[in-house]
């Protein structure tokens, strides 16, 4: 297979102003674009146009040609384009192996079990459908088929256990980095592990760790994100409170490139931790903290407890200034905005 999905990557990072990909050019324009329109609108050649049009047909896009008329686009692919995923990353440990699945019962399960049989850092576990998808505090995560991201990678840091929950920061914080590259969208992290978009929730991250109190043995970072999801497809009772980046952006997003730039910023990211610490990920989450300075509500074992929300403490914890101007710090919890 031609590896056009790396150039669509790396254009889209290299060019200043940005130009469309013919891709966008199709999606921009449901009836036919002439293939002249193109080449014009890219300034390549015919040729050029007629090579990218076939690269996209092998990585699963149905493009109908008509001589005279142009190219259409008919469908796009409804399941990741996994060879696709493994070209983008192919030098990368995150992504080291991957295993992909119609559907599985929850990705995070598959890769605890395959974690505790001994499978390697930087195994990723794919699925387009979760029986049971998991979320955070007992919660399920629900996705129709083909139209999210859910993910989980295989981590064996060899850090202190009392250090592991700061990979949730790490991981959201390159998981927002990644998006917004891609989708062209702010994202902000509302604490610990929600990834947020227009004021809404877009996905999240379910980070499950086993070791001994010294060392950690394995961390499977969980990744749920709604991308392509549409409105009508969103559980009645999430409709006032979750979005998806096609919801937000008015545009399909490229799933199988998104994976592999998540992928790849989150490599980044975690071998930064391991080799300098947790500051950068505490800066990068500080930045795109959803909840600073808002009224919230967090739930505690006695009750709610409102107050402001003060950032995150060098730990990761929530800080959060009551009434009475005492700062109080939470290490877990759910929190929600205090209206
Ligand atoms: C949350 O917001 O509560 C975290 C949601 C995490 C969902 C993802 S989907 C892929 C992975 N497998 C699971 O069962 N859960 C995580």
Redesign the pocket.
């Known amino acids: 297979m031609e590896s056009s999905a790396s150039i669509v990557f790396i254009e889209s990072q290299r060019m200043s102003p940005r130009k469309k990909t013919v891709i966008e050019i199709l999606r921009d324009n449901p009836g036919f674009v002439s293939g002249q329109a193109i080449s014009d609108s890219l300034g390549i050649s015919r040729n050029a146009v007629h090579k990218h049009v076939n690269t996209l047909r092998a990585r699963g896009f149905r493009i109908l040609g008509i001589s005279r008329r142009g190219y259409r686009l008919e469908e796009e692919p409804r399941r990741l384009v996994m060879p696709v995923v493994a070209k983008l990353t192919q030098a990368a440990a995150l992504g080291s192996s991957f295993r992909y699945y119609e559907e599985i019962e929850?990705?995070?399960?598959e890769a605890r079990r395959l974690a505790a049989d001994g499978a390697p850092e930087g195994t990723v576990i794919v699925a387009e459908s979760?029986l049971k998808?998991?979320?955070?505090l007992g919660?399920t995560?629900t996705s129709p088929p083909g139209k999210g991201l859910?993910?989980?990678v295989i981590l064996r840091p060899g850090i202190a256990m009392t250090d592991a929950h700061l990979l949730t920061l790490t991981a959201g914080d390159a998981v927002a980095e990644a998006i917004e590259a891609q989708a062209k969208i702010p994202v902000h992290l509302k604490w610990p592990?929600?990834l947020i978009v227009d004021n809404k929730k877009a996905g999240?991250?379910?980070l499950e760790v086993s070791g001994e109190q010294d060392r950690v043995d394995w961390v499977v970072a969980?990744?749920?994100i709604n991308v392509n999801v549409e409105f009508a497809e969103l559980p009645v009772a999430l409709r006032k409170t979750a979005i998806s980046l096609k919801m937000a952006t008015d545009k399909t997003v490229d799933r199988s490139v998104l994976l592999a730039r998540i992928l790849l910023t989150l490599e980044k990211a975690y071998f930064d931790c391991l080799s300098n610490g947790f500051e950068r990920s505490l800066r990068g989450f500080r930045e795109r903290d959803y909840l600073l300075h808002r009224s919230v509500s967090v739930q505690t074992r006695e009750g709610p407890v409102v107050g402001e929300a003060a950032g995150i403490d060098d730990r990761g914890a929530l800080l959060v200034e009551l009434p009475d101007r005492h700062v109080r710090r939470f290490h877990s919890g759910d929190v929600t905005l205090h209206q």
């Open positions: 929850s990705t995070n399960a979760q998808g998991r979320g955070r919660r995560w859910l993910f989980s592990n929600d999240g991250i379910l969980g990744i749920g």
